[in-house]
């Protein structure tokens, strides 16, 4: 069993909607951070957290440590969305780097 | 300055040839980090450089060597690499053990 789940792995939208991504993971963490890659390569990070809810823009991430389970919300989709969005944990007490990466969700949103 | 740069963009090589690829950053940053992602994976760990000093090495083939030659740069020869090392070579850099901050990356092909 992975240690980092994410939910749903491919997922489609059409623009304007209400998206929901889902990451559990089964491990003790410190910080749990949420990264968008586009076709053809970079990685952004978007969020790190380690309790609460952060927001920035359309996109609000949450985490709850008890349950284990993180979410990101992105509000009123847009097709500029469309990327894979990637969940990654840093274990509690890992060493630096040591981020251990979910499959990712492919989002498409269609205009 | 919050950009991590990486080149070349991409690199075609043989079996025989040395090539190495270079990362750097002008952010303060401390810890540096060589992954390698291949298609529809997510991103696994090779690397870490921490205050120049090479910090986890993910038991990775010798044919990669990494060289931290100062706080803002970051380098990974490669040296008789097989076609299954064609990938895409993304570096990292974060301040101590917070946000980490992606390059574009490198995709490398080897035939």
């Known amino acids: 069993k992975n240690e980092v789940e994410q939910s749903p792995q491919n997922l489609t939208a059409q623009e304007g909607e209400f998206i929901t991504i889902n990451c559990s993971y089964s491990?003790?963490?410190?910080?749990l951070h949420w990264l968008q890659q586009h076709p053809g390569g970079g990685i952004v990070s978007l969020f790190m957290l380690s309790s609460g809810k952060k927001k920035h823009g359309r996109l609000i991430a949450t985490i709850n440590i008890q349950e284990k389970h993180s979410s990101l919300h992105i509000t009123a989709s847009h097709p500029r969305d469309s990327a894979v969005y990637i969940c990654?944990?840093?274990?509690?007490?890992?060493?630096?780097?040591?981020?251990?990466f979910g499959k990712g969700t492919k989002l498409s949103v269609k205009p | 300055d919050t950009e991590v740069t990486q080149t070349p963009k991409h690199l075609v090589m043989g079996m025989t040839n040395k090539k190495s690829l270079k990362c750097e950053q002008h952010m303060g940053h401390r810890a540096m980090y060589w992954y390698k992602q291949k298609a529809k994976k997510p991103p696994e760990l090779m690397f870490v450089y921490s205050y120049e000093k090479l910090s986890i090495n993910e038991s990775v083939p010798s044919r990669f060597s990494p060289e931290c030659p100062n706080s803002s740069l970051l380098n990974l020869h490669l040296h008789a690499l097989q076609p299954e090392d064609s990938a895409l070579y993304l570096c990292?850099?974060?301040?101590?053990?917070?946000?980490?901050?992606f390059g574009p990356g490198t995709r490398l092909t080897v035939l």
């Open positions: 990654a944990v840093r274990l509690y007490g890992g060493s630096q780097g040591n981020l251990i």
């Open positions: 491990v003790g963490i410190s910080a």
């Open positions: 990292a850099s974060s301040y101590q053990r917070d946000t980490q901050y």
